[in-house]
C-alpha cells in the first residue's frame, strides 16, 4: 500500500471549507482511490498546516493514474488557486 499525505497552508483559511469538500467529493469516484481523508487544522502554532489530505492506494501506479484522473484534476486546479504553499510526503507500509 502507498499512504499520500498532503499538507496545505492557505492564502485565506476561509478556504479551508470548500478544499475539503472538494477533496471529499472524490470519493468513490476515482477506482485507484482506496481510502480518502481531509481536515482542518486545530491546533493552531507557528508550524502548523491549515488542512490535510490523506490517501491510500494499493500502488505507486494507482497513485499515478490518481495524479491525472479526470475527477482529480479540476480538485488540484482549485487546490493551486487558494494555497500558499504545500508539502507532501508518499511512501509504502
Known sequence: ?????????????????????????????IDVLRSLEAGKNILPSDRAYDVALVCDFDSEQDLNIYATHPVHLPVKEYVHSVIAEAHSVDFVY
Open 1 to 29: 500500500m502507498v499512504k499520500h499525505i498532503v499538507l496545505y497552508k492557505l492564502v485565506n483559511k476561509g478556504d479551508a471549507d470548500e478544499m475539503i469538500g472538494r477533496f471529499l467529493s472524490m470519493r468513490g469516484k
